[in-house]
């Protein structure tokens, strides 16, 4: 985050609160990232094991002791991670282009999603929630915006739209574009070139997941199909039944897991 121009306590403060929520929701993040990606991988090597998705991550820590708390922790870091990007959909965002149209608008959808992801978890830990899978909020909601006109336009466009968004990431891993999110001058050169292992790996791995999804979704418009639109647990075992069989599905695997260690690295030095 850029920040307000002038200078004063009134600054300084509301810089300092968005550091707080930046930093509590990468971790809050890497959290969840990191129980998707073992998650998974009980899936990969033929273990039972809870949905490979947020809701299966919830419930990996509810069933632990003083579970629910945790739970209410997540929800409270996915609400400063909320407030973090609607941080920089105000004031811009660190990097190039960051007080940019096309970088502000990308950081309010990703307030909206996560404000929608808190809220979710919230109630999951009050107990109202937490009924079904995202697999079948995923088919659900597609099933009901196939049933109104234009319906499969907006699936489709919808599933091309995340399609392209893991394009964008896998890109952008590739590239090292998350230096500009991070303050690296001060790490070793080892430590330096850790991150970048753990953000291009852990990034192209989150990419293949959200492209993955979007196809998907895309499938589901054209096959007038809802069945064929797949949440991340569904979208995930797929890769195992690829002729790569379940070693794809270990690479992403882990790859997801990477990314929830890179969250936290990014949470010790975040760009704001």
């Known amino acids: 985050m ?29 959290v969840l990232y990191v129980l998707v990606g073992v998650l998974a991988l009980r899936i990969a090597f033929g273990s039972p094991a809870k949905a490979a998705d947020r809701s299966g991550a919830l419930a990996e820590l509810a069933g632990h002791p003083f579970g629910r708390v945790l739970v209410w922790a997540v929800g409270a ?67 009901r915006v196939l049933g109104i006109p234009a319906g499969p336009w907006l699936v489709g466009l919808a599933g091309l739209g995340v399609a392209v968004g893991g394009i964008v ?51 589901a418009a054209v096959a007038y199909d809802p069945g064929k639109a797949k949440g991340v647990d569904d979208t995930l075992r797929s890769f195992a039944q690829t002729p790569a069989g379940p070693w794809l599905l270990v690479a992403v695997a882990a790859g997801l897991l990477l990314f929830g260690v890179f969250s936290w690295a990014m949470a010790v030095r975040p760009r704001l």
């Open 2 to 30: 850029t920040g307000p121009s002038t200078g004063g306590a009134g600054a300084r403060e509301t810089r300092e609160a968005v550091a707080v929520a930046a930093r509590c929701g990468l971790v809050t993040r890497g």
């Open 169 to 219: 990431i896998v890109v952008g891993a590739a590239r090292l574009s998350f230096r500009d999110q991070m303050d690296m001058s001060r790490l070793p050169r080892g430590a330096r070139r850790a991150v970048d292992v753990l953000g291009v790996v852990g990034g192209v791995a989150r990419g293949a997941v959200f492209t993955a999804a979007g196809a998907f979704l895309v499938h």
């Open 77 to 143: 870091g996915l609400v400063a991670m909320a407030l973090w990007r609607l941080s920089e959909a105000v004031f811009g965002s660190a990097g190039p282009g960051g007080r940019g149209p096309a970088k502000r608008v990308a950081a309010a959808a990703r307030a909206c999603f996560y404000m929608v992801t808190a809220f979710s978890t919230l109630a999951f830990a009050a107990g109202q929630g937490g009924g079904q899978s995202g697999d079948e909020q995923s088919r659900d909601v597609t099933a």
